[in-house]
């Protein structure tokens, strides 16, 4: 499997209110960083870079590699902004994510939101 194209997207989404009281900008400052990875096996998958990433220097590098090879840069906080960009998404229930039954892990981007949100 090789990756074939790489599309990302900048998107300004809050935090929770909680959190957006004592961080009211940091969403527009430091914009998330959406990766979408293409493979010559049909395969698409999702990566979340966190705020203030870029990968645009990378992008050339990685056309051609096995995407298990990859490494991505990776916000594992996502439950702390208001949207999560992806439909069924996979919260954490006492620090633990449950493994999805099905092929991957079953989340699909939120094209809506992430249109929304986008802001490169």
């Known amino acids: 499997m090789k990756i074939t194209a790489i599309e990302q997207f900048k998107v300004a ?16 400052e430091l914009p998330i960083l959406i990766i979408k990875m293409h493979t010559d096996e049909g395969i698409v998958g999702l990566g979340d870079g966190g705020r203030g990433m870029d990968v645009s220097a990378e992008i050339d590098q990685w056309i051609g590699v096995d995407p298990r090879t990859v490494e991505i840069p990776l ?46």
């Open 13 to 28: 989404v809050p935090y929770i209110e909680g959190i957006q009281k004592y961080r009211p900008t940091e969403h527009t």
């Open 75 to 120: 916000d594992i906080l996502h439950f702390l902004r208001e949207n999560d960009l992806v439909h069924n998404a996979l919260p954490p229930n006492n620090g633990i994510i449950a493994v999805p039954n099905g092929p991957g892990l079953g989340v699909e981007l939120d094209e809506e939101a992430v249109a929304h949100y986008r802001v490169g």
